[in-house]
């Protein structure tokens, strides 16, 4: 009997650690990346500002062809929102909205997922000449995971992941603005 107990006791504090060092597990997440486009930073911003333009290089607008889009407003303006639904867990549904622009520079969005669950996130384009004929583009993306979805930060590299998918659709973003 006593041994039960102690067994028991154990499978306890073995179930119950994971949930303990969630409390302490940093509930925010955030990634930038970068690649060099040989082009004039005009072309570049004029490229990126459009929201539909990431469905020729976003690895996530690419997950599932056949997702359900819809749009809302004036593409390449503030208030413009791009949005997805799709039978793909890995792709949910959600929409995408740009918030603010300095134009030439930077452009905000706020990532509002619904499902397979619900976070608002943030990412950014921007643009910066580093000489005539080439500009740094830097992708930015991050947002929060409440407790206990945050426990996935001990399991999943989160950042590296999406640092792959940013750093790859930088790639195809460089390779169609080059190429135009």
């Given amino acids: 009997m006593i041994m039960f107990k102690k067994f028991l006791l154990l499978l306890l504090v073995i179930i119950a650690l994971p949930f303990i060092a969630g409390l302490f597990v940093d509930k925010n997440y955030s990634v930038t990346t970068q690649i060099t486009i040989d082009k004039p930073v005009a072309e570049v911003f004029d490229y990126v500002k459009y929201l539909k333009n990431q469905d020729q290089y976003s690895v996530w607008a690419?997950?599932?062809?056949?997702?359900?889009?819809?749009?809302?407003?004036?593409?390449?303006?503030?208030?413009?929102?791009?949005?997805?639904?799709?039978?793909?867990?890995?792709?949910?549904?959600?929409?995408?909205?740009?918030?603010?622009?300095?134009?030439?520079?930077?452009?905000d969005y706020e990532l509002r997922f619904y499902k397979p669950f619900e976070s608002t996130d943030f990412a950014y384009m921007e643009t910066q000449a580093i000489s005539a004929n080439q500009t740094r583009v830097t992708w930015g993306f991050g947002g929060h995971l409440d407790y206990p979805m945050n426990l996935m930060f001990l399991f999943i590299d989160f950042e590296g992941m999406i640092t792959n998918d940013l750093n790859q659709g930088l790639q195809q973003l460089k390779t169609i603005v080059e190429a135009q």
Avoid at 70 to 80: A, K, L, T
Avoid at 86 to 91: L, P
């Fill in 62 to 107: 690419q997950m599932d062809p056949d997702m359900q889009k819809n749009y809302r407003g004036i593409d390449g303006m503030v208030g413009f929102v791009a949005g997805w639904a799709s039978d793909k867990e890995e792709v949910g549904v959600g929409e995408q909205e740009i918030v603010r622009i300095d134009e030439g520079k930077r452009i």
